[in-house]
């Protein structure tokens, strides 16, 4: 048995791209040097402390709630279409606001972007763009600020949030765990037999439920 073990690990190094629990997070593809330092003061060292590092919550995008149905101060998933957009002021690189006129058939919303200018160009009058954020009601106006736009591949998921150092992107680190869970050598404690028996789950189903949800 053990060496059928050895013989299969053998094989996944040499004919597959593979990476141990014990492994540096460099080892990722897009995990540089900058963002190596920044997550070690995170405490994250290896890919073991990667996958051992749980989100602190998740945000469900898999179906659009409608403006109308949305309760003043809940955090929402929408899809609108864009009616408007304007600049209010701009004021060197760090100091800038643009608004954002959108609907979805059942209501307007005012969209507020803060120091965010690079977003601007990502908002085109007629098209349909997906968004999370917090909707607020003030003079008899729906509201969001800063909303969150959900690239069309995340839709239907459901989203891990990291607690991450400044400049680590959510969708970075997202897409390193990823990386991690498809390439990773993970060796179960228990046999299959006596997780079947005994209803367990992998260690990879364990993480993969994780950090990639399903429900």
């Not at 053990?2 to 013989?7: L, P, S």
């Not at 995990?31 to 003061?41: D, F, M, P, Q, Y």
């Not at 659009?64 to 690189?93: H, M, N, T």
Request: net charge positive; charged share 25%; proline share 3%.
């Amino acid at each position: 048995v053990i060496c059928t073990i050895r013989m299969s690990l053998l094989v996944r190094f040499f004919f597959f791209k593979v990476m141990l629990l014990n492994d540096e997070i460099d080892i990722l593809k897009g995990i540089g040097s900058v963002t190596k330092a920044r997550l070690n003061e995170n405490g994250i060292f290896t890919i073991e402390d990667m996958l051992s590092y749980y989100p602190c919550e998740y945000r469900d995008v898999r179906n659009p709630k409608k403006l109308s149905e949305i309760a003043e101060g809940d955090f929402a998933f929408i899809s609108v279409g864009i009616k408007d957009v304007l600049w209010s002021y701009r004021r060197g690189k760090n100091k800038s606001l643009f608004r954002v006129l959108a609907c979805d058939g059942s209501s307007d919303v005012l969209i507020n972007y803060f120091n965010q200018s690079y977003l601007f160009n990502r908002f085109k009058t007629g098209e349909t763009l997906c968004l999370y954020g917090r909707l607020e009601v003030g003079k008899n106006k729906r509201m969001m600020t800063n909303p969150q736009i959900i690239d069309v591949d995340k839709v239907g998921n459901i989203l891990p949030i990291y607690r991450l150092p400044g400049k680590v992107k959510q969708k970075n680190f997202r897409e390193a765990v990823k990386m991690a869970l498809e390439q990773v050598i993970l060796e179960d404690f228990f046999s299959s037999d006596m997780r079947e028996r005994y209803h367990m789950t992998s260690l990879h189903e364990m993480y993969s439920g994780i950090h990639e949800p399903s429900s």
